[in-house]
């Protein structure tokens, strides 16, 4: 079955520190990628998408994440976290045999210490 | 602003009563998704509309039951409510040409007391 899986539910780092959060996918096809944030009280925001090429997709507000196939992998990056990237982070792929529903992780809550 | 808009933003309700949320989508797309996010089984799909047509179906309880509209508005409709259904519902859509891509709505809070 399909599935997505975040290892760390909640993760700590300071500002200006480097960030990385994990993600790992279990899908029998090429799989569609998808990092969103959402900040308290928010919706779903897009960060970044794989859909194929550049295993290396840039994003918005700085973020990048890396496919790595044989890993069944899609790590999301930052070099420098700023406060205001505290939020939590869904990675999702998508099930496109499956009339194209997103199959979410639990997420990931980030808090940035000053 | 993903340009979805969701309403009510709140939604507070008792056991066994009905509701109706509502969900605009983005100007263009013909595709309106429903998702459920609560703290035990973290965000699920619900049901795919694609102007107009049921696409997909998720974990959707029967006491549930969506329909989009020809101005391709969506409603999901909750009736029966359990507390089990407290929750975040979003609305998300995508269009026709960049199906692959879903944008989300602010979502819906409903609290069932």
């Known amino acids: 079955a399909q599935s997505v899986t975040q290892p760390d539910i909640h993760i700590t780092v300071s500002e200006g520190a480097s960030l990385e959060l994990r993600c790992n996918y279990s899908y029998g096809a090429t799989p569609y990628l998808f990092w969103y944030v959402q900040s308290p009280g928010q919706g779903l925001q897009l960060l970044l998408k794989?859909?194929?090429?550049?295993?290396l997709v840039q994003g918005i507000k700085g973020f990048e994440a890396e496919f790595k196939r044989s890993q069944s992998s899609f790590n999301l990056r930052k070099p420098s976290v700023h406060w205001s990237d505290a939020a939590e982070y869904f990675c999702a792929v998508g099930a496109y045999n499956q009339g194209g529903k997103l199959i979410f992780g639990q997420g990931t809550e980030l808090s940035v210490k000053p | 602003d993903s340009g979805v808009t969701q309403t009510p933003k709140h939604l507070i309700t008792a056991t066994g009563q009905r509701v109706t949320l509502r969900c605009s989508p983005r100007s263009g797309d013909l595709s309106v998704y429903w998702y459920q996010q609560s703290l035990d089984q973290g965000l699920q799909f619900l049901i795919q509309?694609?102007?107009?047509?049921?696409?997909a179906k998720g974990n959707i309880l029967e006491r549930f039951s969506a329909q989009q509209f020809p101005d391709l508005h969506s409603e999901l409709n909750l009736s029966s409510l359990e507390l089990g259904d407290s929750a975040l519902y979003f609305c998300?859509?995508?269009?026709?040409?960049?199906?692959?891509?879903?944008?989300f709505g602010p979502g819906t809070r409903l609290t069932v007391l």
């Open positions: 509309y694609y102007n107009g047509e049921e696409r």
């Open positions: 998300a859509s995508s269009s026709p040409t960049r199906s692959d891509t879903q944008y």
């Open positions: 794989y859909f194929s090429g550049d295993t």
